[in-house]
């Protein structure tokens, strides 16, 4: 999402938050708890079964009898179940959410991070403390800032801002492709 910013009173930056948690993992880890638990339900039936002697069976050992006695029928139903299994990962995979990148942290301080409406006024105060740039707006998105100043001339300002925005923004860890686009000032109001 662009972050537009314009000249004039900037307001404060508010601190900027803690970076969330991919909400995927404590949907894996959930299911991992699940599995964890089943697991262990078997298991300890399972021992007490053995522990108990008698008649009674286990659950594990069921399964395993089960799985021993397939016939040729049977195959179909454990490729229905596999492929059902698939299914299955392939859902909880998508339902997982992709990493977006809402900003840059700094190189010194990797846990502070400025998100990109930061950036964007970042930019915008560095073009307007150029010589010749009356004003400034930028827009920034993860990868690329859009620099859009009104000069009084159009000779070298494009190259004065984009280093001026270039040093701004040295501390901060990552790139992004910097476009600047002058507009000369005219004389009317």
Request: net charge positive; hydrophobic share 45%; no cysteine.
């Amino acid at each position: 999402m662009a972050a537009p910013t314009g000249t004039g009173e900037l307001p404060a930056l508010p601190a900027t938050p803690r970076p969330r948690r991919r909400g995927g993992l404590h949907i894996v880890r959930a299911v991992l708890v699940i599995l964890a638990a089943g697991i262990s339900v078997l298991l300890g039936q399972h021992a007490v079964t053995a522990w108990q002697g008698g008649t009674a069976t286990s659950w594990l050992g069921s399964a395993l009898t089960t799985v021993a006695e397939f016939t040729g029928e049977s195959w179909a139903d454990l490729a229905l179940a596999g492929s059902a299994l698939l299914i299955g990962l392939l859902l909880i995979g998508a339902a997982l959410p992709q990493r977006r990148r809402d900003g840059r942290s700094f190189r010194a301080w990797p846990a502070l991070s400025v998100r990109d409406q930061g950036i964007a006024r970042l930019a915008s105060t560095a073009a307007l403390a150029t010589d010749g740039v009356l004003t400034a707006a930028t827009v920034a998105t993860s990868r690329r800032l859009t620099v859009s100043v009104t000069a009084t001339g159009p000779d070298g300002i494009e190259e004065a801002v984009r280093q001026a925005v270039d040093r701004r923004l040295a501390p901060l860890a990552g790139t992004s492709a910097i476009t600047v686009h002058v507009r000369e000032a005219t004389g009317e109001r």
